[in-house]
């Protein structure tokens, strides 16, 4: 195995919940000493020294995976632009028969399909229909050398943003808005009955007193009269509450940047943050690790 496809799986999720949350030795322990041995690092270096030295390969040209582009836009845009306590970032939030890699909530409900160097354009076409459904803004972030045929491909509505080679996210075209293909029932969809019928509550509508086998349609034909502004405000506003990351801004940014977009989906109380960083070696300071 190469170091990048050693650095990559180092980065999936499940080897980094391993390697940060074991008490025991890790089963990746294997890993770990090996990418020692490949990056020159002392047997005696930290976690925290060994994970920011695979991360910046890693997050070479070429070498990127689906987490890179995620944890950049989580740490330059959610933290870095804006802040955890005010924008809603979920990972992995199922829209139809499709899996949006990121979706945003603050002011408004943006998504971000990533196609990595390593990713095909397969399934794009049906992600970029599912989305404009639900989400007010669309954006396709990938690399540069994708970004020239997919402004002549996508639709006029989807912005597109691009990792250059010095990891800095860039707006190749900004998204729009096209309210006529937001559609109300999909964005009923989305959420789970509570959240539908909490949606509803914030526009003093009262859930639908039916059945729960009858609960989901009942939920579709009420929000099926709804304009698709009203209907994207009340979504934005409940599931921005809902799926709010237990972490906050001031704890996020003591974690170390290559690990933020894992911290957000994984952290769930203050002591699990203590204890991470103790395995990792650092100090409980505002971490600049992996710019």
Request: with cysteine; proline share 5%.
């Amino acid at each position: 195995m190469n170091v990048a496809n050693m650095a990559a799986a180092l980065f999936a999720p499940s080897t980094l919940k391993s390697v940060l949350y074991n008490d025991t030795p890790a089963p990746h322990e294997k890993l770990i000493e090996a990418l020692r041995v490949e990056l020159d690092l002392s047997t005696s270096s930290t976690l925290s020294e060994t994970i920011n030295k695979t991360y910046s390969i890693l997050r070479r040209e070429g070498n990127r995976t689906d987490y890179v582009y995620r944890n950049a836009i989580i740490d330059k845009v959610v933290i870095g632009r804006h802040s955890i306590n005010t924008a809603t970032p979920i990972q992995e939030f199922r829209v139809g028969s499709s899996l949006a890699d990121l979706v945003v909530l603050n002011g408004t409900s943006t998504v971000y399909e990533i196609k990595s160097e390593r990713d095909t354009l397969r399934r794009l076409a049906s992600q970029i229909k599912n989305y404009a459904k639900v989400f007010e803004r669309t954006y396709v972030v990938t690399s540069a050398s994708k970004a020239q045929g997919l402004e002549r491909d996508l639709p006029e509505h989807v912005g597109i943003i691009t990792l250059s080679r010095d990891y800095t996210l860039q707006t190749v075209r900004e998204a729009t808005t096209d309210w006529d293909l937001i559609d109300p029932i999909a964005i009923s969809r989305t959420m789970t009955i509570p959240e539908a019928c909490a949606a509803l509550e914030h526009l003093d509508i009262p859930a639908p007193n039916v059945p729960n086998m009858l609960i989901r349609r009942a939920l579709d034909e009420t929000f099926k009269g709804l304009g698709a502004q009203i209907c994207s405000r009340a979504f934005i506003s409940t599931v921005k509450i809902s799926r709010k990351p237990r972490v906050t801004q001031a704890n996020i940014t003591r974690v170390p940047r290559p690990l933020r977009s894992f911290a957000v989906s994984h952290l769930q109380k203050a002591d699990e943050l203590t204890m991470i960083l103790q395995r990792l070696g650092t100090t409980p300071t505002q971490s600049k690790e992996g710019l």
